[in-house]
């Protein structure tokens, strides 16, 4: 399988990696499946071996470089999608970019070809969605799997979604097709705060991750960011009765739900509703 479209600026060595991927855009309500994968790349000191190059995947007239000046210096900046490696806790791949405009299956023929010369054990997507939950109540994640074998060992569910699609479910299939168990978690984020970045979305998917992967993942710098998060949207949202009184009425139906076992179709339904109604651009 090709790797045409990829510019290699190392080789590292890794032995059974686990590819994580989030894309900025369609799948990534909050920021906080990129927020997590850059937290990740932090944290484990990852460093960057390729990059797969924008001019075939993106229409620079919808998504434009920017130029940035560096000591006097200008810079421009094109749209990125960059893996990077890290060998401790564990050997991973991350890939961290922007959802492509163009030529979708070539893209991920670029990744799934990276993951096939590393031997790749498992290819994880992150994502997230805008749903009905409250900002105060602990975050759903919602983990499936089309691998019979990583649902029963990871306690994930099976989609039985219908319709319209973002990168990571392409991705997703990609793998499955090329003989590469995969899974896809997504975090839930309050539809009433949509234009703000959720560090508490981001957090939910580092401590799933965690049980996935099977290590610890220092996040306290999250952990401070989506308290202050959670304060700062209390606080807003007082402000407003309207908003205030439909944020009691979620966290009355949350606590509600607590009572009994949280139900994984109703997780999966979150999901597919999400998907649903999102535009076809």
Request: aromatic share 8%; no cysteine.
């Amino acid at each position: 399988m090709s790797t045409e479209h990829l510019t290699w600026r190392g080789r590292p060595v890794l032995e059974r990696p686990v590819l994580i991927a989030a894309f900025d855009g369609w799948n990534d309500a909050g920021d906080a499946a990129t927020w997590a994968v850059r937290h990740l790349d932090q944290r484990w000191d990852a460093q960057h071996f390729a990059e797969i190059d924008p001019e075939e995947f993106f229409d620079f007239a919808s998504v434009r470089p920017v130029v940035e000046l560096d000591d006097d210096s200008r810079q421009l900046h094109w749209p990125a999608n960059h893996l990077s490696a890290a060998i401790e806790p564990r050997p991973v791949i991350l890939l961290q970019g922007i959802e492509p405009q163009l030529r979708w299956r070539t893209f991920t023929d670029q990744v799934i070809a990276v993951a096939k010369q590393y031997d790749v054990s498992m290819v994880v997507t992150l994502g997230a969605l805008l749903t009905e939950t409250p900002h105060t109540r602990p975050v759903t994640i919602y983990g499936g799997s089309d691998d019979p074998e990583l649902r029963e060992r990871l306690h994930l569910e099976q989609s039985s979604y219908e319709g319209p699609t973002g990168i990571v479910g392409v991705l997703n299939q990609a793998a499955q097709e090329a003989g590469i168990p995969s899974a896809s978690l997504w975090a839930a984020v309050p539809n009433y705060v949509s234009g703000a970045a959720s560090p508490k979305a981001a957090l939910a998917l580092i401590e799933r991750l965690q049980d996935l992967l099977n290590v610890a993942i220092n996040a306290t710098d999250l952990e401070i960011a989506a308290s202050a998060y959670e304060r700062q949207i209390t606080e807003l949202v007082s402000e407003d009765d309207e908003t205030s009184e439909y944020v009691n009425t979620l966290e009355a139906q949350y606590d509600e739900g607590e009572l009994s076992e949280p139900d994984p179709e109703a997780l999966v339904e979150e999901v597919e509703q999400f998907l649903r109604e999102q535009p076809d651009t």
